[in-house]
């Protein structure tokens, strides 16, 4: 498979292919990914909650965003990479971010980097993108803003709402991102925002009209716990969980009753010299 690129990605967008993107927090999960001919793979800063079981994403650090970068970075051969600027880590300033996105890129061996926020970051994507780094843009609900939004609440729900999310997404593809994420608004919103912009939407709980979609891996392959709050967007395609957890079970009972491991899992010793050393 050819290395996707910037220009791979545009193509794509201008022929209307939809532009596949999922999250990927280490080495395996990446590899899958791009196995799986993923177009994107973004180290989200989801990986605060699926891969380092922290209540939400305003814990993890900017130096193990990196981390995780890196590892994803040596299993991703062919997709776009994507690292998502943690909070903290780029709302100061521009010049904050752009040291940050720099990291990125040296530190973290990321394509590009994604952050959060409409119209008050468009000096800030600028910026980045003037020292030639492609920016991911995120509008709509932000998780990093959950405490000033209420929640993790549906947005553009409203006339007024709808309107602050295209102004937002406008203001951001003037500002120079690349594409970007559009969260949980209602699809017939992401529908026409998407139609109203020259760059890619990636919807995630956005709906079928935007240029591509995106899904945290974990949950989309079932590899959780049963029990745990899926938002409504998620479709589980796999159950990893249930998989791992049958091939455990039964090392387990295997070690257990002394059925593995078995001679085939064993070295052998020439018969002289077991003979010799038993002596
Ligand atoms: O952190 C993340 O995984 C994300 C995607 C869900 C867009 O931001
Ligand atoms: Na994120």
Same mark, same amino acid.
């Given at each position: 498979?050819?290395?996707?690129? %910037?220009?791979?990605?545009?193509?794509?967008?201008?022929?209307?292919?939809?532009?596949?993107? %999922?999250?990927?927090?280490?080495?395996?999960?990446?590899? &899958?990914?791009?196995?799986?001919?993923?177009?994107?793979?973004?180290?989200?800063?989801? @990986?605060?909650?699926?891969?380092?079981?922290?209540?939400?994403?305003?814990?993890? =650090?900017?130096?193990?965003?990196?981390?995780?970068?890196?590892? &994803?970075?040596?299993?991703?051969?062919?997709?776009?990479? &994507?690292?998502?600027?943690?909070?903290?880590?780029?709302? %100061?300033?521009?010049?904050?971010?752009?040291?940050? +996105?720099?990291?990125? /890129?040296?530190?973290?061996?990321?394509?590009?980097?994604?952050?959060?926020?409409?119209?008050?970051?468009?000096?800030?994507?600028?910026?980045?993108?003037?020292?030639?780094? #492609?920016?991911?843009?995120?509008?709509? =609900?932000?998780?990093?803003?959950?405490?000033? @939004?209420?929640?993790?609440? &549906?947005?553009?729900?409203?006339?007024?709402?709808?309107?602050? /999310? =295209?102004?937002?997404?406008?203001?951001?593809?003037?500002?120079?991102?690349?594409?970007?994420?559009? *969260?949980?608004? #209602?699809?017939? /919103?992401?529908?026409? %925002?998407? *139609?109203?912009?020259?760059?890619?939407?990636?919807?995630?709980?956005?709906?079928?009209?935007?240029?591509?979609?995106?899904?945290?891996?974990?949950?989309?392959?079932?590899?959780? #716990?049963?029990?745990?709050? =899926?938002?409504?967007?998620?479709?589980?395609?796999?159950?990893?969980?249930?998989?791992?957890?049958?091939?455990?079970?039964?090392?387990?009972? *295997?070690?257990?009753?002394?059925?593995?491991? +078995?001679?085939?899992?064993?070295?052998?010793?020439?018969?002289?010299? @077991? *003979?010799?050393?038993?002596?």
């Amino acid at each position: 498979r050819k290395k996707v690129t %910037i220009g791979t990605l545009r193509a794509m967008h201008k022929r209307g292919e939809p532009i596949t993107m %999922i999250t990927a927090h280490d080495f395996p999960s990446a590899h &899958v990914a791009d196995a799986a001919g993923m177009d994107m793979v973004l180290v989200g800063d989801s @990986l605060a909650m699926v891969a380092l079981g922290m209540e939400d994403t305003s814990e993890v =650090l900017l130096e193990e965003m990196l981390l995780h970068c890196r590892s &994803v970075a040596r299993a991703t051969r062919a997709a776009f990479t &994507v690292g998502d600027l943690p909070m903290g880590s780029y709302e %100061i300033a521009p010049e904050q971010a752009l040291e940050t +996105a720099i990291r990125f /890129v040296k530190e973290g061996r990321m394509q590009g980097v994604k952050l959060e926020g409409g119209k008050e970051m468009a000096p800030t994507i600028a910026k980045i993108t003037q020292a030639g780094i #492609p920016v991911l843009g995120h509008v709509g =609900l932000t998780p990093q803003r959950q405490n000033a @939004l209420g929640g993790f609440r &549906v947005q553009g729900k409203t006339s007024d709402g709808a309107m602050k /999310v =295209l102004e937002d997404a406008l203001a951001i593809q003037e500002a120079g991102c690349f594409a970007m994420v559009l *969260e949980a608004v #209602p699809a017939e /919103v992401a529908s026409i %925002i998407t *139609e109203k912009l020259s760059v890619p939407t990636i919807g995630i709980g956005a709906g079928n009209g935007c240029s591509g979609q995106v899904l945290v891996q974990v949950d989309m392959t079932g590899n959780f #716990p049963p029990g745990r709050f =899926l938002p409504k967007f998620v479709k589980k395609y796999g159950d990893v969980w249930s998989e791992s957890l049958r091939a455990i079970e039964t090392y387990r009972d *295997e070690v257990k009753s002394r059925q593995y491991p +078995a001679p085939e899992h064993t070295y052998p010793i020439p018969k002289d010299q @077991l *003979e010799a050393f038993a002596e």
